[in-house]
């Protein structure tokens, strides 16, 4: 049984590209590399090189906000966001830096209303039915279930389908390369891979050609993200939506 209202509240309920762009190409990069700037930087423009489209900055990353105002300017065809943001004021001066969506891994509801009143979407993190669905109801344009994997992965998500209806959940915390398009098989709107996208073990390998290794990470995504695409044009468009973007 799907909660009530959950139907009239997509219909009646704010509605954003940025989530119908998600849709056709299911995949959020989440950018944690620490070392230094220049390797958040490279690892950011090597994952646009491969194709995807939906960045997410993490504070993690030195200058974080620097890179996300690059990013912007660099690469204007791609949607770049910030994540882990914990209060109003990160989200303020990402903003400020130019970050078109805002991941959070809790439901604060004035950050919600922030994004309401501002036109930006805003992803909270919950993980219960319970949570997904107050952070639903506060205003969510999609709800990151979070972490992911701590209870059943996909196999979990696939529970919460008749009970949430087609609400969009973007499970991270666990999500790979390898095991992503089962997340969207069992009813996930995307998905947000941070530590698989760059394996330790690749980017510290001992007198390895650096060029070698960067095509070896691109190819990597690049070959998920096909799949990922060949997936979603297989999935029937959520009737709640209405017609698919162009």
């Excluded at 997509?10 to 190409?25: A, I, N, S």
């Excluded at 914990?86 to 919600?112: H, K, T």
Aim: one cysteine or more; hydrophobic letters at 45%.
């Amino acid at each position: 049984m799907v909660f009530e209202g959950s139907e009239q509240s997509f219909r009646e309920g704010w509605r954003h590209p940025w989530l119908l762009h998600l849709w056709q190409q299911p995949l959020i990069a989440v950018i944690r590399l620490s070392a230094s700037p220049a390797q958040a930087l490279e690892g950011s423009t090597l994952a646009i090189r491969a194709g995807i489209r939906h960045i997410e900055i993490t504070p993690q990353v030195p200058r974080y906000l620097e890179l996300i105002a690059q990013l912007r300017q660099d690469y204007p065809h791609c949607w770049v966001g910030v994540g882990t943001v914990l209060n109003r004021q990160m989200a303020e001066q990402a903003w400020q830096a130019g970050a078109q969506f805002y991941v959070c891994p809790f439901a604060d509801e004035s950050i919600i209303r922030w994004g309401r009143e501002a036109g930006l979407p805003i992803v909270p993190g919950a993980l219960t039915p319970g949570e997904i669905w107050r952070a639903w109801q506060a205003g969510a344009t999609a709800v990151k279930v979070f972490p992911a994997e701590s209870l059943g992965g996909s196999r979990y998500l696939r529970h919460l389908q008749p009970v949430l209806g087609s609400l969009p959940l973007i499970p991270t915390g666990g999500v790979t390369l390898a095991n992503a398009a089962e997340y969207l098989q069992a009813g996930a709107w995307a998905v947000g891979i941070a530590g698989d996208l760059f394996p330790a073990e690749l980017l510290s390998q001992q007198g390895v050609d650096p060029d070698s290794c960067r095509q070896e990470l691109e190819n990597r995504l690049r070959q998920t993200l096909q799949q990922l695409a060949s997936q979603r044009v297989a999935a029937a468009w959520p009737e709640l939506r209405g017609e698919p973007p162009e």
